[in-house]
């Protein structure tokens, strides 16, 4: 049983670690607002910090710098569609 808990978990947390950078990418190519994409990027970051800090066993600026660099993707990703919307 024990087997078959943890290989469920492994399934559960790559799902997620899969899925959390894509629909924070569909949804913030989505939204028009400035601000309202800066506010989804607050969440999605604190989402992908809490699911590190739930599923794994790493360190805390382990968690930091993941964090960080989910951040500045997700800045790029904003500058690079708010570029697009003036063309």
Not at 46 to 55: D, E, G, K, P, R
Request: net charge neutral; aromatic share 8%; hydrophobic share 50%.
């Amino acid at each position: 049983k024990e087997a078959i808990l943890s290989s469920t978990a492994n399934v559960f947390t790559t799902v997620v670690a899969s899925l959390l950078p894509l629909l924070s990418i569909t949804v913030l190519y989505a939204i028009q607002s400035d601000t309202i994409k800066l506010g989804i990027i607050v969440v999605f970051s604190a989402c992908f910090s809490l699911a590190l800090a739930l599923t794994t066993n790493a360190r805390r600026i382990e968690i930091f710098a993941a964090t960080a660099a989910y951040v500045d993707h997700s800045s790029n990703l904003m500058s690079c569609s708010v570029g697009a919307n003036y063309n």
